[in-house]
């Protein structure tokens, strides 16, 4: 099978040019393949119904229902129209607000043992202004340049929501340095929005080091992809080798669909 494909980068990431309402079921190992080969997908002009969400998210893995993250007390979406068990809705008037969100790991502060990934779904934009785009960082490629992650190696971090309301009340700790299930090559698991702590730091100066490195992190050639989102754009991103931030503050309305699934690496 094979899906049309542009390169977004040199290394990873690529736009995919294929109505997802055309996605069948012989057609699903092999768009879960490229997710797999390529870290980040992006498909543009995209019209699909949440029964359509739901069923490409089944091509990846397990998704969650959104009754799990109410479970693990960290639910700061709205619910879609209709309310569907599986999707949520990213806007302005969520917990995350207007303003800018640094670098973060999705659902790093859950108990889960291997992070989920997640895509987004850009379903409206309202106003006469520039839009916020999103970052995104392939944290793998900093390991072929000059970033040095010596203090970091077998140490742990403290990850923990950050956004001022007590969902998770415990800290989730979890080896600073990951190695991904794909393929066992390491992975930076700190982020600047929900890790807390550094061991061996106190937290001031562990956070510090934390934003340094990612500083180091986001000059490595290659490793950053900025998208400008436009109404039907969908991301679906391997959460484990990427972090994201959204770069500036949000003016006007932005609505971005959400799914969480399980990744199945076993291809």
Known sequence: ??????????????????????????????????????????????????????YITTSFGEPWHRGRELNNRIGHTQ???????????????GTAGTFAIPWHIDVIHTSSQ??????????????????????WMNT????HNDVDFSYY???????????????MPTPIT????????????????CDEQFTVHLEGMNKDDGLSHISNTIEQMTKSP???????????????YDNLCTMHRR??????????KRMTWDQNWLI
């Open 153 to 167: 190696r077998r140490k742990n971090a403290a990850h923990q929501v950050t956004y001022g309301v007590p969902y």
């Open 222 to 236: 290659g490793a950053l992809y900025s998208h400008t989102w436009q109404v039907g754009d969908i991301i679906l």
């Open 114 to 135: 291997e992070l989920p990934n997640r895509w987004l779904y850009c379903v409206e934009l309202e106003g006469e202004i520039e839009h916020p785009g999103t970052d």
């Open 79 to 93: 619910a879609t129209d209709g309310n569907h068990p599986y999707i949520e809705v990213v806007s302005e008037s």
């Open 140 to 143: 793998r490629l900093s390991y």
């Open 247 to 256: 770069n500036s503050r949000v003016n006007g309305l932005r609505r971005l």
């Open 1 to 54: 099978m094979h899906f049309p494909t542009k390169p977004l980068l040199e290394k990873w990431g690529v736009e995919i040019d294929f109505n997802l309402n055309g996605l069948t079921d012989e057609m699903q190992p092999y768009l879960n393949q490229l997710l797999i080969d390529h870290e980040l997908l992006l498909f543009r002009n995209q019209d699909l119904n949440d029964e359509a969400l739901y």
């Open 174 to 189: 979890r080896p600073c340095i990951n190695h991904h299930p794909r393929d066992r090559q390491e992975t930076f698991l």
